[in-house]
């Protein structure tokens, strides 16, 4: 499945992309604004075991952001099953020196869009490091709307700090 945006492509992950993918994900100023489950430092081990499971997901919900045809960042979003199956937690990362390009928040619209029109979702939401502003200029410029604050409900590297919620609903 690809998605052809002004800016990028979205696409399925593929093996090819390994080297790419460890060049844009190894780097600390993504690792600070991300869940633990996304590693740092980002290495071979690291892309072996993301692409061991995307390649083969079915149906495709993660997708590499790819400009130039390098895959340069990735987006994609997670049921959040149970009573919670009709909403879904989007999350997205993109290599440093791609930002402040209009990339991520193309993306997030795209993949908002993609989810909803292709899944029974009603709700999108994302959890965002509060010292994170760009991250919530990108959400709210995708038309999510700030619901919430969880006081010191992240702790990342040594530091607790305050998550801030946003969600889009249809």
């Given at each position: 499945m ?28 993504i ?10 430092p980002?290495?071979e ?5 993301w ?47 791609y930002w ?10 795209a ?60």
């Amino acid at each position: 499945m690809n998605i052809a945006l002004k800016k990028c492509l979205l696409r399925e992950w593929r093996w090819e992309d390994k080297d790419a993918l460890i060049k844009n994900a190894n780097n600390l100023n993504i690792a600070k604004m991300v869940k633990n489950r996304f590693p740092y430092p980002y290495d071979e081990a690291a892309a072996n075991n993301w692409l061991s499971l995307v390649t083969i997901e079915s149906p495709q919900t993660n997708f590499a952001i790819v400009v130039k045809n390098k895959a340069v960042g990735g987006i994609g979003f997670e049921s959040q099953g149970d009573i919670f199956r009709r909403s879904a937690e989007i999350g997205y990362w993109l290599g440093e020196d791609y930002w402040g390009k209009g990339i991520m928040t193309e993306t997030v619209k795209a993949v908002t869009s993609f989810a909803f029109g292709n899944f029974d979702l009603c709700r999108m939401q994302a959890g965002v490091f509060a010292t994170n502003s760009a991250s919530v200029r990108v959400l709210e410029k995708a038309g999510y709307v700030f619901e919430g604050r969880l006081k010191k409900s992240i702790t990342k590297f040594g530091q607790t700090i305050d998550q801030l919620v946003f969600a889009k609903v249809i």
